[in-house]
C-alpha cells in the first residue's frame, strides 16, 4: 500500500474514482477531472498492489480573503472493497503532513456520517454547516413570501 502524488499519466484512474465517488455520494455518476485538477493544490492516490483503490485532495482556502488560509482537506475516498485497509489511515497521515508542509491549519469537510468519523480524533470547532435545497422547495417558499410582502418592481 502506497500514496502517490497526482500526475497527468494518472488522469484516467482519478476520473474512474471520481465518477464512483459521485456515484455513491451525490448518485449523480459523472465530473469534470480537468476542473477537479486545476482547483486542487495537491491530489493523492491510494495503490495497493499496483491497483488504484482511492484518492484524497486538498485546496489552499482563505475564503477570498474574508480568513486566514487554511488547507482544505476537499474528498477523500477509498473503494468499498479497500475500507478495512491502510489507506484511509495513509491518507489521514498524508493530510496531516500536507497541513505541516503548508503551515497551516487543516479543514475538514463532511459529507457523509462516515466522513464525520474522521472528525472524532482531532480537536477542533466546527465551522459552518450547508445544506442543499431543492428548486420546487425554494420556489415555494419565495412564492409565499411575495404574497405576504408587496415588494415594487
Not at 476537499?74 to 497541513?99: C, D, E, F, N, W
Amino acid at each position: 500500500m502506497k500514496l502517490k502524488l497526482f500526475q497527468e499519466t494518472d488522469r484516467n484512474d482519478l476520473h474512474h474514482l471520481l465518477v464512483e465517488f459521485s456515484t455513491e455520494v451525490f448518485n449523480y455518476g459523472s465530473c469534470d477531472v480537468d476542473m477537479f485538477v486545476k482547483s486542487h493544490s495537491h491530489i493523492y492516490l491510494a495503490i495497493i498492489r499496483g491497483e488504484v483503490v482511492g484518492f484524497t485532495s486538498f485546496i489552499v482556502n482563505d475564503y477570498y480573503g474574508l480568513r486566514p488560509a487554511t488547507v482544505g482537506n476537499t474528498y477523500l475516498y477509498v473503494k468499498p472493497k479497500y475500507r478495512r485497509s491502510k489507506a484511509l489511515h495513509l491518507m489521514s497521515i498524508q493530510a496531516g503532513l500536507v497541513a505541516r508542509d503548508l503551515n497551516m491549519p487543516l479543514e475538514h469537510y463532511v459529507a457523509t456520517k462516515e466522513s464525520k468519523l474522521l472528525t472524532k480524533r482531532l480537536k477542533g470547532k466546527e465551522i459552518y454547516t450547508s445544506y442543499e435545497y431543492p428548486l420546487e422547495e425554494v420556489i415555494r417558499v419565495i412564492d409565499g413570501l411575495k404574497k405576504k410582502v408587496r415588494i415594487k418592481q
